[in-house]
């Protein structure tokens, strides 16, 4: 069964304190691994698509990396405004419609 | 560009009422899909429409359902609501099934009492 398990739950940093997210997935056969980010109220923001083993993007203070197991989002010196939970999803070539969704990262940056 | 569009987004119901929640996806996308949101289970998927048709279904029961218009406008129906139906629904919307990503709406926040 397509599987994404994230960690940690929440993550508190202060203000340019660089870390990172993990997502571990377990699918059959990977089209593509999707990073969202979503503030409350609010719907999920697409971030990143990833998708082969050693690919890497990035987008300001943020950085994805994919390997065959799992994906990092690297956090560079973040600013306050970065607080939101990190969604990551995979998609499977045996059922590409269906985008499984990992619980979350809720990400918290004081100032 | 306007993006996606849900309607309504706020909704209180009571149980054992039927609800009706609407989206609109963005001009040219012609793929909508339907997640439910809660604390307790995170995002889980309902079903994707492709031209009027669905093309998967999670595994949700036979009360949630679903359809696409031909403008691609696609609506989800809960039937007989339950109070775990609360939840925050959320539309998807892409050019097919693409792995560039999909463009959610704000989403229906549906409380049932």
């Known amino acids: 069964e397509d599987q994404v398990t994230q960690s940690p739950e929440a993550l508190r940093l202060q203000e340019g304190e660089s870390s990172s997210l993990n997502c571990s997935y377990t699918?059959?056969?990977?089209?593509?691994l999707f990073w969202y980010r979503q503030d409350p109220g609010k719907g999920p923001e697409f971030l990143f698509t990833?998708?082969?083993a050693g690919e890497e993007k990035e987008k300001e203070r943020l950085k994805a990396t994919l390997t065959k197991k799992e994906s990092f989002l690297h956090i560079t010196a973040p600013k306050p405004e970065d607080s939101a939970t990190y969604l990551c999803?995979?998609?499977?070539?045996?059922?590409?419609?269906?985008?499984?969704f990992g619980s979350g990262t809720r990400l918290s940056i004081r100032p | 560009k306007a993006g996606v569009t849900q309607t309504p987004r706020y909704l209180i119901k009571t149980r054992g009422q039927q609800v009706t929640l609407s989206c609109s996806p963005i001009s040219g996308h012609r793929s909508v899909s339907w997640y439910q949101q809660t604390p307790g289970q995170g995002l889980q998927f309902l079903f994707e429409?492709?031209?009027?048709?669905?093309?998967n279904k999670g595994n949700f029961p036979g009360r949630f359902s679903g359809r696409q218009f031909s403008n691609s406008r696609s609506e989800m129906n809960v039937s007989t609501l339950e109070l775990g139906d609360s939840a925050l629904y959320l539309c998807?919307?892409?050019?097919?099934?693409?792995?560039?990503?999909?463009?959610f709406g704000s989403g229906t926040r549906l409380t049932v009492v």
């Open positions: 699918v059959s056969g990977l089209r593509g």
């Open positions: 429409y492709f031209s009027e048709t669905q093309r």
């Open positions: 998807a919307s892409s050019l097919a099934q693409q792995t560039s990503g999909y463009t």
């Open positions: 990833l998708y082969s």
């Open positions: 999803a995979v998609q499977a070539y045996s059922s590409a419609s269906k985008i499984i």
